[in-house]
């Protein structure tokens, strides 16, 4: 059975059928413990009444007397002393007293054969029409002493009512499987409808919208398959433009490359130009070199499974060795200097905080305009955090770029036509970087003012 509904259906029968057992099984224990004694002295009691009755009136003629009785509901077996017996009322159908039983009653004594009915399920002795399944008392008669056996006729009593329960049971058992199915399809319904639109993500179109309004578990999982759907269309499309993005990144560069080397090997040029296409080859191998770091540092970072290697370091010492590292750059665009960096230790990563500072303090470097200055200062919190604060007077970034910074391949700067586009990269990386560490990064901005970039650290 490999289908859901198959599998319901099959289900809810089987709960059905062994409810019934069970609840026969229940009913005929209660019966047993409750009920079988009581109904066993029921009818002692009424075999009692008759005697006293006839014994009474002993000028009754018998037979006429019992059959009277039968005609109310039961099922007479009157023998007499020569073991001769006479029914009345419907006849019995199964069993056979013994003459030891019966005699046994002429004796004096009570037959209790409705409490002596061994059955698997007792429930079913009381509707056994046999008559070992009756309550019997001696009877004094014209003739002498005789033996009165009698049952209840169930069928004279109770025929009626035994059909309806029996058509009420048949027609209640016959309405729930109609109703298993039925229900069962609509449960199974939103499973198929989320199968389906499986598949189609499955194909590539993540447009398979599921319209559920139910409020249970499965709407639950409706709606979250949903929120899945649009992240996954999400993660597609940014795949794609990752996948664009990368190869517009490495297509530029190889394609002055490739102009430039073909240009070359043609010997139209003079050493002057070839020594001039060698430097442009350099720097856009150099530039296809760094891009390929980033991306590795960013895959690296994205499968988030490596701890940081947190160890205690200076970090005002880390920021000043960068500013040596980057000299050339800043020295080149006569750029000046306020710093604020006392002594400060922290509890991180260092080669990861070292790429978070070059890539902010390059930027600065690079979107400042000559003569300009840069300001860097290290502040502690009451909370135990550091906070790192980079700004600089350049060109700014505009206020509707501010949102996408931190997207990979945004570039604010060559919206703005700015001659030293980077990759895009480095902000994301940074973020990244900054993420992993638990803290925050802020960047405030205005065009042709400056940016100032906060940078939030947890000191330990």
């Known amino acids: 059975m490999k289908s859901l509904y198959v599998r319901i259906v099959f289900t809810f029968v089987m709960v059905a059928m062994i409810s019934g057992i069970l609840g026969l099984l229940l009913t005929s224990l209660y019966y047993q413990n409750k009920q079988q004694s009581s109904n066993g002295q029921k009818m002692i009691d009424i075999a009692k009444n008759i005697q006293v009755q006839y014994e009474r009136n002993p000028q ?19 023998v007499r002393a020569d073991m001769q017996g006479q029914a009345y009322g419907s006849p019995f159908k199964h069993g056979k007293l013994t003459e030891q039983q019966i005699q046994s009653v002429i004796d004096g004594a009570i037959y209790r ?71 069962s399809r609509l449960i199974v319904r939103p499973v198929n409808e989320l199968t389906r639109a499986t598949k189609q993500i499955v194909a590539g179109d993540f447009d398979a919208g599921l319209q559920l309004s139910r409020k249970d578990e499965i709407g639950e999982l409706a709606r ?18 990752f996948v664009s993005n990368v190869s517009h990144e490495f297509q ?23 020594d001039q296409y060698l430097m442009i080859i350099e720097k856009e191998s150099e530039r296809l070199s760094a891009l390929s770091k980033q991306l590795l540092t960013l895959a690296a ?55 978070v500072w070059l890539n902010l ?17 290290i502040s502690l919190s009451e909370s135990d955090m550091i906070a790192v604060e980079i700004r600089d007077t350049g060109i700014g970034i505009p206020q509707e770029d501010l949102p996408f910074i931190f997207d990979r391949f945004y570039k604010a700067d060559k919206a703005r036509g700015h001659s030293s586009a980077g990759s895009g990269l480095g902000l994301s990386i940074v973020h990244k970087l900054v993420a992993l560490h638990q803290g925050s990064i802020r960047i405030q901005s205005e065009l042709e003012a400056g940016t100032i970039v906060t940078v939030t650290l947890p000191r330990l």
């Open 60 to 78: 009754m003629d018998l037979n006429d007397y019992l059959k009277h009785i039968a005609a109310l509901g039961f099922q007479i077996y009157l």
């Open 113 to 183: 054969g409705m409490e002596e009915q061994k059955e698997r399920l007792q429930l079913f002795s009381y509707f056994k029409n046999s008559v070992l399944n009756t309550a019997g008392l001696p009877i004094e008669t014209k003739e002498g002493r005789a033996a009165l056996f009698i049952r209840p006729d169930l069928q004279q009593q109770i025929g009626e009512v035994r059909i309806i329960a029996a058509i009420l049971i048949g027609f209640t058992f016959i309405i729930s499987l109609v109703l298993i199915v039925i229900l």
């Open 224 to 241: 979250n398959f949903s929120v899945m759907t649009v992240a996954i269309k999400q993660l597609d499309q940014m795949r794609q433009e």
């Open 252 to 274: 530029t560069p190889l394609t002055s490359i490739q102009g430039l080397a073909r240009a070359a090997l043609d010997k139209e040029t003079t050493r002057e130009q070839t």
């Open 301 to 355: 970072l994205d499968k988030d499974h490596k701890p940081l290697n947190k160890t205690p370091f200076r970090l005002d010492e880390q920021i000043r060795h960068i500013l040596i590292t980057l000299e050339w750059q800043w020295m080149e665009k006569e750029l000046q200097w306020e710093l604020d960096l006392p002594d400060t230790t922290i509890q991180a990563d260092h080669q990861l905080l070292h790429e």
């Open 361 to 377: 303090i390059a930027n600065s470097i690079k979107f400042s305009n000559p003569g300009q200055s840069i300001g860097i200062g």
